[in-house]
């Protein structure tokens, strides 16, 4: 116990419990993070195929967008900004697909 802090009995007894004891909802969360990334990928398959439907012009944009740049950033007028994105919701409205 040489480099250790003392932290009161409570709190070592905690620990140790915590390090000891079988987790029983380990596999339930391992399972969880494994459907989590099989979505991740569904979800990044989606977008690709989305994007794959726009002209190159719009497909840069609406990547710059997804990857959380700004107007400024992007250095074009807000309101330009504001008219692609709105075209780009547009075309991806639910009743646009096919």
Known sequence: MKDRMTLGHDADVAETAALTLAD????????????????????GGRIGAALRRLNTADRAFARAVLNGRTWREMGCPERTFYWRLKKLEKFFRPENKG
């Open 24 to 43: 029983e909802n380990a596999e339930r969360r391992m399972f969880d993070e494994l459907d989590r990334e099989t979505d991740r990928k569904v979800k």
